[in-house]
Structures are given as C-alpha cells and as structure tokens.
C-alpha cells in the first residue's frame, strides 16, 4: 500500500515538473518571441537614422556647392536656410544611433555648428548685412570637412546594407571596461592608423577622432560670443572671504533676517564666481569681483497664501529698494505660493532689457524669497546710444497700416554676435493677437517680433 | 394608458439620476474627500499628477494616496491642508493646469510642453539633491541648448545617446516629483544656479576623464558643476 502511494507521489511530482517544464518552455518561447520583435523594431529605427543622417549630409553638401556659386542675396538666404536645417536633421538623426561612450561627440558639435553658421549668416543676410570673405572662406572650409563626413558615413551605410554591420562593438575590451581612457579604435584614427570599423558606433567614434585631426574649425558659435569675457556691470578689484561674510550678512539683515552668521557652503568660479553662503534654508552668493549679491534663494515652504498679487508685489518691491535697486517692473508670474517677477533698470526713458534682476515674493508676507542679478552684473553698464535716430512717428510708420499700437517706447534689446541694439518697441494688437513689434531706432529695421499670450501664472512672452 | 403612467415615476426618477451623475461628472461642482469616486475624482487626480503630485493609480478612487496628494498641494499652495478638494482648492488646481490663450481669448493649449520633460530628468538626476542643486541640473539642460555644441531642443539633448545616466537607466520615465517640477520651471525662467554649466556629475560615481577634466565652477550637493 505504502509503496504504491510512494509511486503516485511520484508521478505526480513528475507530472508537475512537466507542467512546470511545458510552462516554462512557453513563457520562454513567448520571451524569445518578443524580444525578437522588439529586436526588429530597433534594427529599423537605427536603419531609418542612419539612412536619413546619410541623406541629410548628402543633402546639406550640395546645398553648400550651390550657396559658394550663388551671388544674389535672396539665394544665398535660400540656400542657407536649408543647408541650416538639414543640419539639425542630421544631428537628430545622428543622436538617434547607438553609442557606446559619453563624452564631446565632435561630429555632432561639428554638424551643430555650421547649422548654426549657416543660421547667423542668413538673418545677417535677411536684416541687409552682408558675408564677408573670410566668412565666405569658413564656410568653404567646412564645406570641406563635410565631404570627408560624407564619405565616411556613406561607408559605414553600404556596409551595413551589405555586409550586416553591428550597431554597436559586441564585447568591451579590458580599457574599455575599465573606462581607462578611448578605445583603441578611436587611439588608432587619431594616430592616423585607421582600421575598419567593427560597428557602426565604432566607426562614429573614428570619425570623430578623424575630425579631430583636421584642421580646427575657428568658429565657436554666436553663444560664445554672446557671453562677456568679463561683467561689465562689476568694478575692479576683488574681495576676501571675511568681507563678503559681510556684505552677505548686511543682504541678510534688510531681507529679514538680522543677527544671522551664515556658512560657507562652496566657493564657486567662473564669470560672477565668488562664495555661497548657507544659512538654515538661504543661500546667498556673493560675488569674489565687486563683492555684490548675485543671487539668493530662501527654499521655505511659503504658508497659506494672504496676501494680494499687488500686496505682495508692493512690499517686495520695498525690500528691493532698501537694497538698492530702482527697477522697472516687466512681468509678474503666479505660483500659487509665490510670485515670480523680472525688472529691468531704465535710464532717461529707455529700457534696458539686458540688465534683468528676476525675483521672487512669498505670498504669506510678501518676503522677498528669491532673487538673481547675475544677467544684470554681466551686461550693465553705460551705454553711448545713438544720437541721430527717427522719430517715434517716423518709426510707427515701418509698422504694419492695421496694427494698432497700445503702447510704445524706446529699449535697448540684446540681438546675434553680443550686440545690443536702440530700438522702439511698440506694443499692439493685430489679427487678434498682441505683439510686442521691436524697430530698430537708427533705420527702422524690424529687430525683433514677440507674441504676447495669457497664460495661467500671467503674461507670457514667446 | 395605466401601463404608461406606472413606469413614469421610475423612468423620471431614473433620468433625474443619470442627470445628477453628468452634473456631478465636472470638477468644481462639489466638494471632494476620502471615498469619493468619480470621473471628477479622475479630473482632479489627472491634474495633481501633471503638477507632480503622487496620487496613487489614476482611478478615479479618492483614496489615502489622493488625499495625501491634495494635502501636500494645498500645503504648498497656501491652502488649509485638510486633504479635502473644496472650491478653493480646486479653483488653484484647475488655475494651474489650464492652458495658455491668445489676446482674443482663443486657447492656445500647454505652452511649457517641454518642463514635464525637462522635470522628469531632474527627478531622474538630481532626486534627493537640495533644492538649489535641482534648479541647477535643469539649467545645464538649458545652457546646453545655447551651446552651439548641443542640440537645439530640450528632447533632443535629454535623448542625447549617453549624455544622461538616467535616460540610460530608464529613470526618467519616472513620475516628476512636485518639487523637481518647480525646479524645472524656476530654470526655464532663467535662473541658473550652474554659473553657465554644460556638465555636472558626482565624484563619488564618476571615473569618466573626460568629465573630470573639465573646468569645475560650483558644488552643490552631491554634484560638480563643471563647463
């Protein structure tokens, strides 16, 4: 009786390992099934990006032979406006690929770059500027590159078309792994010894050490120009760390918070680089050069909101002229806890958008929660505006006949290549819509065009 | 005829119902709390979770997890924090999730589409950093996009192959805190606590020597700003 319980217990075991084991084998079939189908999903779409970023080089190089030919200006802003955005094409396309390293991809900082040339060269076009011809020789020079690009890239495509390329290297080596330095594959281009790429994201990789070998390619953006090397709104000479404790603990006291010996939290560097001071949930920095605030932030939690937009609005504004500031409010935003608010400074009737503080204002005191003045620091200073300009009925006259102004006056507005231009700005209604219509005030060029819309928070400007 | 009016009582009554229960289906119209059920309830969950607000599954259920959602809202808001969606709480809830119109009055839709995004990285980076050390992940984003070296949109630096580890990992799919949304938001206004910064990583996690040999502006928490 014993033994023959003993072998049904058996067969059921057995029974329920084949169950399990037919289970098993079924989910793994279904598993294999899907990652294939996913598999497939993802050779296509890399085989889409690759195809594209193919066309869109091919595209973008013959675009530029016809721009260095072309001699009018309306075909010049044609044709570089295209060259510019098939650029940012290739470089989606491109980020769509698979990579294997981080770090400075240089083909697509080299792609994002002459989009970037071609755009700056078209809206100087487009506003009556004019190429110059070392400008025209850098674009040559880049056309020139991108032939080598082309030829790459259309490589690493036929061999993927027919010799089935991975997208990316099957196994890391030891380096690699590691992360002990580039892979050998990127050392050996560089080197000039360059070899076959086992991958396409290999092959990328050599292409970008490639690139690098060429010759350097001198523009770097209208970014980096836009930037001042130095502020301008800061004086000379440089302060210790016991007197900026000082200067933060004088900021502290007028915005509430007397008798407080703030911390060091980090000492910070570059263009308004200084000391960040931490007290319980402030932190404050104060410049190195100038020893001024350049930026504070109270991270409290505001409690039940009790004040009005204008109430709080009034007693902030107070405490930014206990500080020292007379500004120009441009815009309010509603948080909900908060206020968030932009002023501007304004001299002899002008406007100067560059020199921005933005700030914010708690709701349950009106307490000035935040405030940053490093746009201001950077591009404040005195200006030599043009003396011969046009009239304000001179200007209103470049306006569309049926746009209908509300308001108007002058403002200094920032534009491409660090300038900063006079303008008049008029703010009307048209179709509808209401704009904000910048003119330039010396030639009545239009600079600018802003589109006002009513968002939730308020007043938004795009 | 006698058929008729026996059935008209219950068909009035049954329409009266049904009416009541399209009346009640907009937010705003009553109050809400703990056990409420609905498509109003779904409303308000739906519009908590696009603030950053963590409200348990989106099932219209006004659960424990939708009440600590409302009280944390309306504790960030100002509001009496009583977990219970009355007038004023729902008039700030449904202030801050309504779209964008032009001067006529025409909608416009969402025009900040991109700060849920740009939030969910912040989250997927920087959770758990200061405050502060959020806003400043989010600028590097943004510094990034006025670099001619980067991309010139925020998905298409985010979805950068590699450029963030929690891409990567799948983090950013992750629902945005409330404050990693706030953070997103102080950045887009233009506030960069970065100093202009194009990288930022943690020492402690970091072997990369590209990274490390880039010129190092601030720390906040546990994160190197670096350009």
């Known amino acids: 009786m014993r033994a023959r319980g003993l072998q049904n217990a058996k067969k059921a075991w057995i029974g329920l390992l084949l169950l399990a084991l037919l289970v098993s084998l079924a989910w793994g079939y279904n598993k294999n099934r899907e990652a294939s189908e996913l598999s497939l999903v993802a050779e296509n779409h890399n085989r889409r990006s690759l195809q594209n970023l193919a066309g869109h080089l091919t595209k973008l190089e013959t675009i530029m032979a016809k721009e260095a030919v072309a001699n009018s200006n ?95 290297g099957k196994t890391k080596g030891f380096r690699e792994r590691f992360n002990l330095g580039r892979s050998q594959l990127a050392e050996a281009a560089a080197e000039g010894q360059e070899s076959l790429p086992s991958s396409v994201s290999g092959g990328l990789e050599q292409l970008n050490a490639s690139l690098q070998k060429l010759p350097p390619f001198s523009y770097t953006g209208e970014f980096s120009t836009r930037e001042v090397p130095e502020p301008l709104g800061l004086s000379r000479g440089e302060i210790s760390r016991e007197q900026a404790l000082t200067v933060a603990k004088d900021f502290l006291s007028k915005v509430g918070f007397p008798n407080r010996a703030p911390e060091l939290a980090s000492e910070t560097s570059g263009l308004l680089g200084g000391y960040l001071w931490r007290s319980g949930n402030v932190l404050l920095e104060v410049t190195r050069r100038g020893g001024v605030v350049s930026s504070y932030r109270d991270q409290r939690t505001p409690e039940s909101r009790l004040l009005s937009v204008d109430n709080a609005r009034e007693k902030v504004m107070a405490t930014l002229k206990s500080l020292g500031w007379q500004l120009e409010l441009t815009s309010t935003e509603d948080f909900g806890p908060y206020l968030q608010l ?116 308020g007043e938004y400007i795009e | 005829m006698k058929l008729q009016k026996s059935w008209g009582f219950p068909i009035a009554l049954i329409l009266s119902l049904v009416i009541c229960g399209i009346t009640y289906a907009a937010l705003g119209d009553r109050s809400l709390a703990k056990g409420a059920r609905g498509p109003e309830v779904r409303d308000m969950q739906s519009r908590l979770i696009s603030l950053g607000y963590v ?19 309306q504790k960030e808001h100002g509001l009496k924090e009583d977990g219970v969606a009355g007038k004023l709480t729902i008039d700030e809830l449904k202030r801050l999730t309504a779209g964008s119109t032009n001067a006529s009055g025409k909608a416009l839709g969402v025009k900040n589409i991109d700060v849920n995004l740009l939030a969910r990285l912040v ?84 072997s990369n020597r590209f990274i490390w040999s880039r010129p190092q502006l601030i720390t906040i928490g546990n994160h190197i700003f670096a350009r």
């Open chain 1, 342 to 457: 932009e002023a501007v400074s304004e001299k002899d009737g002008v406007r100067c958008y560059p020199d921005k503080v933005r700030f914010m204002a708690a709701m349950d005191n009106g307490e000035l929660i935040g405030f940053d003045a490093s746009a201001y620091y950077a591009f404040h200073h005195e200006r030599n505006l043009p003396k011969e300009i046009l009239s304000l009925k001179q200007a209103a006259s470049k306006l569309r006949s049926d746009f209908k102004i509300a308001e108007s006056r002058k403002a200094i507005i920032s534009k491409e290549g660090n300038q900063e231009v006079l303008c008049y700005e008029f703010r009307g209604h048209y179709q509808g819509e209401d704009y904000l219509v910048y003119l330039n005030c010396t030639n009545g060029v239009e600079e600018q065009i802003l589109r006002v819309i009513q968002t939730p928070r």
């Open chain 2, 123 to 206: 989250n997927a980076e920087a959770r758990g950093e200061p405050y502060w050390g959020q806003v400043a992940v989010a600028a590097v984003v943004l510094n990034r996009m006025k670099d001619p070296a980067f991309p010139k949109t925020i998905s298409e630096i985010i979805y950068q192959p590699l450029a963030f580890s929690g891409v990567a990992d799948g983090q950013i799919n992750l629902q945005p805190q409330s404050s990693a949304i706030k953070a997103a938001n102080e950045a887009i206004s233009g506030v960069d606590p970065s100093h202009g910064a194009l990288y930022f990583f943690n020492p402690a996690k970091t």
């Open chain 2, 55 to 73: 409200v348990g599954p989106l099932d219209g259920i006004f659960g424990p997890k939708t009440q600590k959602g409302v009280k944390l809202f």
């Open chain 1, 74 to 168: 309306k075909q010049k802003i044609l044709y570089l406006g295209q060259a510019w955005s098939h650029c940012e094409d290739a470089v989606r396309d491109l980020a769509q690929l698979p990579a294997e390293q981080t770090g400075l991809n240089y083909l697509g900082q080299f792609l994002t770059q002459t989009a970037d040339y071609a755009q700056v060269l078209a809206h100087r076009l487009a506003s009556g500027g004019v190429i110059d011809p070392a400008e025209e020789k850098q674009f040559n020079d880049i056309h020139e590159h991108l032939l080598s690009v082309n030829n790459n890239v259309q490589q690493l495509l036929h061999r993927v078309d027919n010799e089935g390329l991975a997208w990316t």
